[in-house]
């Protein structure tokens, strides 16, 4: 069974509270570091895997996307998707990411954000996704770091006065399933080690474009100074990858 925690009331009314629930792609740290890897998106097929609130599709569309297709396991998530979407050439359909089954080669770009480490199986997405690119396609995705999903207790290290003194990193190697506390107890996340997700690309077939961990921009150090400690441990990892031929 996979679990659907956006579905759950108490979870979903704290994910709306975020800031980048709130504000959008402008709310997401790692934002910046994404929209640099993605390719020139004009006239182009676009997939979304775990779309959320749909910020990825309309900023697709924005860049004159021909089509965008989002997908998403939270009907929750979707419903709020549509709320804010006015364009006939989004659609949003609520399945599994791991249950895609579109057309072969039916799209140019497929995109995901944060949502793979919710998902037992990366080489399982892989292969589908690389079946559903065109030739020359472009796979660009973020996960939460494998430094940061090693651990079930996804949290720094605290001196006896609540200052953070260490981001701990234990049981790397040991992959699978981690239940964690994510804005509600009991959230399923799956941990793989950084190579596990390279060698599961490249054994599908990818080639890797670039591999990037994302450091706050200085306006973010500016305007939230605790923002100073995400430079002493990466959060997140981005990929982006193509399919040659």
């Given at each position: 069974?996979k ?5 759950d ?6 994910y ?10 402008e709310g ?10 993605l390719p020139?998106?004009?006239?182009k097929?676009?997939?979304?895997l775990?779309?959320g609130f749909?910020w990825?599709?309309r ?7 021909g089509?965008?297709?989002?997908i998403d396991i939270?009907e929750?998530?979707l419903?709020k998707?549509?709320e804010?979407t006015?364009d006939?050439?989004i659609?949003y359909v609520?399945m599994?990411?791991e249950?895609i089954?579109f057309?072969h080669?039916?799209?140019d770009v497929?995109?995901?954000s944060l949502?793979?480490?919710y998902v ?5 997405i892989?292969?589908k ?5 065109k030739?020359?396609?472009t796979?660009?995705?973020s996960?939460?770091?494998?430094i940061?999903t090693s651990r079930?207790d996804?949290?720094w ?7 953070r ?7 790397y190697q ?8 994510f ?7 799956y941990h793989?080690t950084?190579?596990t ?10 080639v890797?474009n670039?591999?990037k961990e ?9 305007t939230d100074?605790a923002?100073k400690d995400e430079?002493?441990r990466?959060?997140?990892?981005i ?5 040659v031929?």
């Amino acid at each position: 069974m996979k679990q659907n925690k956006y579905d759950d009331s108490t979870f979903f009314s704290a994910y709306e509270q975020m800031s980048r629930s709130i504000n959008g792609l402008e709310g997401a740290g790692e934002w910046p570091v994404f929209k640099a890897l993605l390719p020139d998106l004009q006239n182009k097929s676009v997939l979304d895997l775990g779309c959320g609130f749909g910020w990825h599709c309309r900023y697709a569309r924005s860049q004159q996307a021909g089509s965008v297709v989002g997908i998403d396991i939270s009907e929750k998530m979707l419903q709020k998707a549509r709320e804010k979407t006015d364009d006939s050439a989004i659609a949003y359909v609520n399945m599994p990411i791991e249950d895609i089954n579109f057309l072969h080669s039916q799209f140019d770009v497929v995109i995901s954000s944060l949502a793979f480490h919710y998902v037992k199986s990366f080489e399982v997405i892989c292969k589908k996704v690389y079946e559903r690119l065109k030739p020359g396609g472009t796979f660009v995705f973020s996960v939460e770091h494998p430094i940061f999903t090693s651990r079930n207790d996804q949290n720094w290290y605290l001196d006896d006065h609540g200052n953070r003194l260490h981001w701990p990193v234990d049981n790397y190697q040991a992959e699978g399933r981690r239940g964690t506390n994510f804005l509600t107890e009991n959230v399923i996340k799956y941990h793989r080690t950084v190579s596990t997700y390279i060698n599961d690309l490249v054994g599908t077939g990818f080639v890797l474009n670039a591999i990037k961990e994302p450091t706050p921009t200085d306006e973010m150090l500016k305007t939230d100074p605790a923002m100073k400690d995400e430079n002493r441990r990466p959060m997140f990892m981005i990929i982006s990858a193509c399919k040659v031929g």
